[in-house]
């Protein structure tokens, strides 16, 4: 039985009660099978399963989304039971930030402002407040966030660490469509061309793996990469396409790398990546 809850109070009350191990999987709900992947995970490696709901305004720019992003909390629900879930938060903003808007925020250094942050002055710094809130809020033993947002995962691991937050932080592969796009609350947003325009996004990063597999350097699987993008359907425009080690440092010259793209299709921006493999080369 899944229980729902709203307040702290209830939280607090309903977590106290849990033995065992705790995962938890944040959300900002717009529940998808993205998502059931994270759920079966936390079923797995956790005694308990706590989901958290809750469209973060931090997160969000001044002309971005927050109002029209999908809140559908009952068919969220039904996932969370189908899941298996213990136990689902879902406050408001008011129970979440009750002094209004926090005046201090978690610092995300340097990687925040690059890529996703590059393009969304802030973004991080929401992302990072809000995650260190509910995990105090929920005390995990574990915590899950899927591979798709990879410099968040990576944002947050950096800040257990440098927090010595006694949590461990759990990364889950991307779930994509039979066609290889990946799976997001944004994408109900795409029309049926838009919907064809952004599978631009994983046909350049399966051009880019596949050209690291036959052994070329960097610059080459980059290249291949951004071919396939100019050469896919129509309608997307490019934000930015790189090729990063996997902590999302610059400059990877041979073995585990990754692939990050983003792009606007239509007034829709999707983000997706891929680990690639790269030859050493001199």
Same mark, same amino acid.
């Given at each position: 039985m899944t229980?729902?809850?709203?307040?702290?109070? $209830?939280?607090?009350k309903a977590r106290s009660g849990l033995t065992g191990t705790v995962g938890v999987v944040?959300?900002?709900?717009?529940?998808?099978?993205?998502? $059931?992947?994270l759920l079966r995970a936390a079923r797995e490696q956790a005694d308990h399963v706590l989901v958290t709901i809750f469209v973060n305004p931090l997160q969000f720019g001044p002309n971005e989304d927050f109002d029209r992003?999908?809140?559908?909390?009952?068919?969220?629900?039904?996932?969370?039971?189908?899941?298996?879930?213990?136990?689902?938060?879902?406050?408001?903003?008011a129970e979440m930030?009750?002094?209004?808007?926090? $005046?201090?925020r978690v610092e995300p250094g340097l990687l925040g402002g690059e890529l996703e942050g590059g393009s969304r002055p802030g973004f991080f710094h929401g992302v990072l407040t809000v995650v260190l809130k509910l995990i105090n809020?929920?005390?995990?033993?574990?915590?899950?966030?899927? $591979?798709?947002?990879?410099?968040?995962?990576?944002?947050?691991?950096?800040m257990v660490a440098d927090f010595d937050l006694p949590v461990q932080v759990v990364g889950v592969p991307t779930v994509r469509e039979p066609d290889g796009l990946a799976l997001s609350s944004r994408n109900r947003?795409?029309?049926?061309?838009?919907?064809?325009?952004?599978?631009s996004l994983s046909t350049a990063l399966r051009a880019g793996a596949a050209a690291?597999?036959?052994?070329?350097?960097?610059?080459?699987?980059?290249?291949?990469?951004?071919?396939?993008?100019?050469?896919?359907?129509?309608?997307?425009?490019?934000?930015?396409?790189?090729?990063?080690?996997p902590d999302l440092e610059p400059g990877p010259t041979g073995g585990?790398?990754?692939?990050?793209?983003?792009?606007?299709?239509?007034?829709?921006?999707?983000?997706?990546?891929?680990?690639?493999?790269l030859a050493a080369h001199d």
């Open positions: 229980e729902l809850l709203h307040t702290r109070a $209830e939280l607090g944040m959300t900002m709900g717009a529940l998808h099978s993205g998502h $059931e992947a992003y999908p809140r559908t909390l009952d068919s969220d629900l039904e996932i969370c039971r189908r899941a298996g879930a213990d136990l689902v938060f879902a406050p408001d903003r930030y009750p002094g209004g808007a926090p $005046e201090i809020l929920t005390r995990p033993d574990l915590v899950f966030f899927g $591979e798709k947002d990879y410099q968040q995962l990576t944002l947050v691991r950096r947003y795409l029309s049926a061309p838009e919907r064809a325009a952004a599978l690291a597999e036959r052994g070329l350097d960097p610059t080459s699987v980059l290249a291949a990469a951004h071919h396939a993008f100019d050469s896919s359907t129509p309608g997307a425009r490019l934000d930015y396409l790189v090729l990063t080690d585990p790398a990754r692939m990050l793209i983003a792009a606007w299709v239509g007034t829709t921006r999707l983000i997706d990546n891929t680990a690639v493999r």
